[in-house]
C-alpha cells in the first residue's frame, strides 16, 4: 500500500463550482502534511500546510484528521486558473516529502 | 525562480548511454534532495544529503543510479546505462537546516527522455 493515496481523477468542473479532493495516508508518525500544486510539465509548488485545526486560505480550505489518517482539500469558486494536478503530500523522516499521485482538476468556462 | 537550478533542463539519450544532471542548491541550504517524476505519479523520492553526506537512498535507485554532493554545494546524478524507464523529470530540491516541507524549493527539473 502506497503511503499517500488520492484519487487521480480527472475532476472535470465548471468555473465557479466547488470541488473537494481526498487523500488517505498510512504511517501516523509524519506530522507535516502539505497540499502541492503542479502545472503541466513543471516543478510542485507549495498550495499550503495543513493543520489538525483547518487551514484556509482565500478560497481554499485544507483540512487534516489524524484519527482517520485522512487530508482534504476545498476549492471554492473554482478558476480557469485553478486548473492543475494537486498532490497530497507527508513529511517524512527525513525532512522528505511523500507525494500523492496527484489528482487532476479542470475547470472548464 | 526558486534559487535552484538544475541543468540540464532537457535530456534525449540513446538506450545504453550515460547521463548526468546537476543540481545548484539555494547556497545556504544544506538539505538536497533528488525525486523522480514519471508521467502519471507524483514525485518519489530518490536520495538525500546533509552537506557532503550521502545520508539515505530509496529502493528506486538502483546500482546504476549515482549522486554526489562534492563539498556540500552542486549535485550531480549520473545515470549509467540508461533504459527507456529510466524515462521521467528528475527533481532536485534544497531545504535549510531545521526547515520542513513549507521550507522546501524546488527547481523546475530536468526532463529525460530515454529513445
Known amino acids: ?109 | 525562480d526558486t534559487g535552484v537550478s538544475q541543468n540540464p533542463r532537457h535530456k534525449i539519450t540513446k538506450r545504453g548511454q550515460n547521463v548526468t544532471f546537476r543540481c545548484d542548491p539555494i547556497s545556504e541550504h544544506n538539505r538536497l534532495y533528488w525525486y523522480r517524476q514519471t508521467l502519471g505519479q507524483g514525485p518519489e523520492f530518490l536520495t538525500y544529503f546533509q552537506n557532503e553526506a550521502q545520508l539515505e537512498k530509496s529502493r528506486l535507485l538502483s546500482d546504476r543510479f549515482s549522486a554526489e554532493r562534492p563539498k556540500g554545494s552542486f549535485s550531480t546524478l549520473e545515470i549509467q546505462r540508461t533504459e527507456q524507464g529510466d524515462s521521467a523529470m528528475y527533481l532536485c530540491a534544497s531545504i535549510p537546516s531545521g526547515g520542513i516541507g513549507n521550507t522546501i524549493y524546488f527547481g523546475e527539473g530536468s526532463w529525460l527522455t530515454v529513445v
Open chain 1, 1 to 109: 500500500r502506497k503511503e499517500v493515496e488520492q484519487d487521480p481523477g480527472p475532476f472535470n468542473v465548471p468555473e465557479g463550482a466547488t470541488v473537494a479532493f481526498n487523500c488517505t495516508y498510512s504511517n501516523s508518525a509524519s506530522q507535516s502534511f502539505f497540499w502541492y500544486r503542479q502545472d503541466c510539465r513543471k516543478e510542485p509548488k507549495l498550495l499550503m500546510s495543513v493543520y489538525s485545526s483547518g487551514n484556509e486560505d482565500g478560497r481554499f480550505t485544507a483540512q487534516l484528521n489524524r484519527a482517520s489518517q485522512y487530508i482534504s482539500l476545498l476549492i471554492r469558486d473554482s478558476k480557469l486558473s485553478d486548473s492543475a494536478t494537486y498532490l497530497c503530500v507527508k513529511g517524512g523522516s527525513q525532512g522528505n516529502l511523500i507525494f500523492g499521485k496527484g489528482t487532476k482538476l479542470s475547470v472548464k468556462p
